[in-house]
């Protein structure tokens, strides 16, 4: 008997949940939605023709997987079709530039950050960024100072028990600053912090522009360096829920043939490992004070672990936090940048950017960077990252 396929479009039920919970398919008509775009569709793909047309709409925000009682991974449905879609098809020069952000931060490094950050944000770059198809009107982020990126890879002091910090594009690129954070926090509680720089990008941006070719070299770059860590018993920490969902779970849904999810128990998603460390009593929060208002990134919510920054700042004596619980940001990673995209990403957010500020808090905060810039974007708020502020509590 043949064994049961990895992803099956007949466990659909067609129960329609995930039409509901789908933020694109909620702001606009040219979105089909996750249940024909993924496993109605999917019937007829494997049939060797579908619709493809509605493929390009799907933000891979994942709010279908996380709301479908069935199990059904319709954003992997829709991410491995696009992916087949882009082997016949020619992507534009605008996907292969935002799917491939890590191999952009690397050639930045022989630059400094202010010249690239102004050859980038310039108005006649910008119009000449809006041709190529990224929307002028795009909250881009700004490189950090190269001197601040090459210490995220400093060698730290030894100590009896170890972690790997998996740092991820956005940090190591944009906001080192979060890294910091999260090795002070890990210090603290008496942990060595080794952050190798031979971890690529996770993938997850060269999944969602169709680049799956690169997407798998990436993977298998990167399992090789789990592996050595795996064998140690020395756990990666990322702080990053996108690279988190990668590493974890989508390396096994994407690519099975590859065995690449072996390694996926050593790795933790940075809120979650440090509230273990609190239960197990190797660290403990002092008390403090301070309004924040949390939103809750979409792939967080699809590791299944609930909404660990809120939790852990919740284990802060002193703290208000209010969660903004006001779904999507809209911006996906890229998409968001996008031209034809950007207006989406906007309506998406609008719940939440109105949450945001009714909220009255001064500052937002959010475990994913590219959530955070969308944050910022639309609200006008600062917007940092929880472990920030458990750093900042534990310094007082
Ligand atoms: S991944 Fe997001 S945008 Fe794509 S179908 Fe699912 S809910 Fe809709
Ligand atoms: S994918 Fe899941 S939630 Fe969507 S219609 Fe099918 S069974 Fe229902």
Redesign the pocket.
Known sequence: MDAKPLHNPDDCTACTI?MA?????RVTPK?R??KF??PAYERFRLLGFGDESSLEY????????ISCPSGVP??TF?MLARAEYCKRHPQPFRDWLLGHADLMGRLTEYLPASLVNFSMKNPLSRAIMDLMGIDRRAPLPSFAPLKQRRRLFAHRPAASKQVVFFPGCYIRYYEPQVGFDVIAILEKAGYSVSVPESFRCCGLPLVAGGFATDAVDYARANSMELARWARKGIPVITACPSCALMLQKEYHDLFPEEGLGRYASCVFEACSFILELLDRGELSLPKTSGRYVYHAPCHLRALGRGKTGLDLLGRIPGLEVVDADAGCCGISGSYGFKKGKYTIGMDVGAPLFSALKESQAPVGLSECGTCRIQMRHGSGLPAAHPLSIVRKALRN
């Open positions: 995930c919970h789908c933020p694109v398919a979105f939605g996750p775009t993924g799907c933000s891979n925000c994942k709010n279908c997987d319709v954003a829709n």
